[in-house]
């Protein structure tokens, strides 16, 4: 289908085998590492990204159930770790070879009752420690409750035991990452010891490959950084962009002196202007913070910011000084820079703005 003036976002899977070879080269030899394609692939296309990536890594992970369902309709046969399962779907989760993170004795018993209403042997399960993040997993001081439990039945098999830093990009709280690791360690060493083998261990998303490479321990679990972004200026710097977002002018309009633009007339034109309205809303992910000249796109190399409200479906941007055609291409981002500004524009961080990307929008 051809696609013309169409918002459309693309993925440079170059620039993914890039970032992949990148985050590689600061592993040690059999460190394995999990890709995380949650939402969307970072608001990519987890699809297209796993498809890449299928025979290059050990593991995929997903928030959801469902996430990791879409992958397995796609074809991929790759281990699956869903981070964040819910009670109600453990079910469809077996039923499509995904594996649990079990995080509390509410989830871990009801996955240990299905594995033995389904009469299991070994299914592989992750069980996940809070070590002061404080949002999911087991405390320490569960353990021997835990292992207890996992002794007595040989329908699950313990495939590894993870847990996630707090603050890993943030240098100001290297001394409370140091002692999630030091807690994560002696988890592990009880672990080992009351369970008597040894699962994969991983910690360490994009920031704590960088930053902590004493915890990398098995494995290591790269987010953003597969995409572009370190979560500093200068390792960013390192990467390459992956995701870009085009659009087209769809229309464009002259406005005289004292007309306004949008909704509320959010912008009065104080002199004569020229404005280009442009197929790319709210509803797709652009922020209603970008509005009045906070955001801007490009039109052929220049700045064209955004003028009144960010409407559901359209911008409209101020082309007064630039030489443009209705139909010309415009590019919203199509690199790390420009997306990190827009995301500090709107009062928010390359993982919200890229993830705010809509699904109307074609990949
Ligand atoms: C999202 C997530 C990651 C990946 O984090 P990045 O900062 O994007 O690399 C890793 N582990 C867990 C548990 C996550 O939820």
Known sequence: MKNNHVTSLKINLKSVDFNLNYFKSK????????????????????????????????????????????????????????????????????????????????????????????????????????TGLNRLGFLGNQLSEITTKLKSNTTVKVNSIFSHLA??????????????????????DDFENQIGFKPTLHMCNTSGILNYPQAHFNMVRLGIGLYGFANEKEKTADLKNVISLHSYISQIHTINKGGSIGYNRGCIANKSMKTATIPIGHADGISRKLGNRNGFVHINNQKAFIVGNVCMDMIMVDVTDINCSEGDKIVVFDNQETVETLAKNSGTISYELLTAISQRVKR
């Open 167 to 188: 603050a890993s990009e943030d240098k100001n709280e290297t001394e409370f990452s140091l002692e999630q690791i030091s807690i994560f360690k002696k988890i592990v």
């Open 27 to 130: 592993l040690q030899k059999n460190t394995k590492l999990l890709i995380v394609v949650k939402a969307f692939g970072y608001g990519s296309d987890a699809i297209a990204i796993t498809k890449h990536l299928q025979n290059k890594v050990a593991y995929f992970a997903v928030a959801y159930a469902q996430e990791g369902i879409a992958l397995r309709a796609a074809g991929i046969k790759t281990p699956i770790l869903v981070l964040h399962p819910q009670v109600e779907n453990l079910e469809l989760l077996v039923t499509h070879q995904l594996e649990p993170s079990l995080y509390s004795h509410r989830i871990l018993d009801a996955f240990i009752a299905l594995a033995k209403s389904k009469s299991f042997i070994d299914y592989p399960i992750h069980i996940k420690f809070n």
